[in-house]
């Protein structure tokens, strides 16, 4: 290991970052400096892109970096980051803009011809506990690469970057939700995949709200579908959905809104259900007889013809049989 400056020009990025890989899926393997550029800055959104802002503005305050950029040198002399690419890529606009700045080298730790295996060691160590965190999704897609593609074992994975097997697991599933039903609903409806959408398929792992979907009769694709249309307005919302789907009128609106409209329903029927439950039988009674003697002509042709209010029909008729039991025993 070398502690030296490097000519910009030299150092190459590391194409196996998750957010470059982003870029590459998306665009293909023609790399640009503008691409990576763009990668790099708006990987997960407006946050992402206030960091990318804010560290070139403190790069060029200070002129230059404080702590160095690590890089692998290969046996053919090749110079590739393992951690930096956000800071290389500064410094390579920066050497374009200001080819008289003092942009022409930067502090790196060199190490000479790493194994692949060390390599995954220091990025995990750096972006998934580090202080220079991946965004969820980068993090995730990379757990899935060494997990799922190149086959490390979860004692090593979690050797190099430390956690719980089921955190891991977590992040692993939640990546493989998101790419195999997020993203061609999202392509198929025109819209680019958010990676900021990651955290909704991160919460849909909890096994309760798996189970609600099936017990409903409803798959990861109504969920990815529900992301794409914005009925899941937030990624806190999704562990509501098991009372949403429980709820049928809740569950109407839900389907035709968000989940926060939804919402408002389950309170209002547990607000309704309490004050019923305080209400003397008379007072129940005399609602009851204005109620009917105002029906509306539609809502009895829905009982009488629409399958979907069979179950109210049904809740009438039971009630019948109550009445009729209590006017046996009175009289």
């Known amino acids: 290991m070398e502690y030296i400056k490097l000519s910009i020009d030299k150092v190459e990025l590391d194409i196996k970052n998750p957010r470059i890989q982003q870029y590459l899926e998306i665009y293909g393997d023609d790399i640009r400096s503008d691409g990576i550029a763009l990668a790099l800055n708006s990987s997960s959104g407006a946050s992402s892109t206030s960091s990318y802002q804010t560290l070139k503005e403190s790069i060029k305050v200070n002129g230059g970096i404080i702590n160095p950029i690590i890089v692998n040198k290969y046996s053919d002399g090749k110079l590739v980051v393992i951690e930096g690419n956000t800071r290389v890529q500064i410094y390579k606009e920066f050497a374009l803009a200001d080819p008289e700045g003092p942009w022409k080298e930067i502090i790196a730790i060199v190490y000479d011809n790493l194994p692949e295996t060390d390599i995954h060691a220091i990025r995990l160590q750096t972006h998934l506990v580090g202080p220079r965190d991946w965004d969820p999704f980068s993090k995730a897609k990379y757990l899935n690469q060494l997990s799922n593609i190149d086959k490390l074992p979860m004692a090593t994975i979690i050797s190099f970057c430390g956690g719980k097997k089921a955190e891991i697991e977590k ?23 958010d990676p900021r959408e990651f955290s909704k398929f991160s919460e849909l792992q909890n096994t309760s709200i798996k189970q609600a979907l099936t017990v409903h009769k409803f798959d990861r694709t109504d969920f990815a579908k529900w992301v794409v249309n914005g009925n899941i307005d937030t990624a806190q919302n999704v562990r509501k959905l098991p009372l949403i789907l429980a709820n049928s009128v809740a569950k109407e609106v839900f389907l035709k809104s968000t989940i926060s409209e939804a919402e408002k329903y389950i309170n209002s029927s547990e607000k309704i259900k309490k004050n019923l439950s305080d209400a003397t039988m008379d007072e129940l009674v005399s609602e009851l ?21 069979e179950d109210k029909k049904n809740r009438i008729i039971e009630l019948e049989t109550e009445i009729k039991d209590i006017i046996s025993e009175v009289e």
Do not use: G, H, W
């Not at 992040?171 to 995949?193: H, K, Q």
């Not at 105002?294 to 009488?304: A, P, W």
């Open 171 to 193: 992040l692993i599933n939640a990546y493989t939700d998101m790419t195999r039903f997020y993203f061609p609903v999202a392509t198929a409806a025109e819209i680019d995949p």
């Open 289 to 309: 007889i204005k109620k009917c003697r105002n029906i509306e002509f539609s809502y009895i042709k829905q009982l009488r013809d629409d399958p979907r209010f």
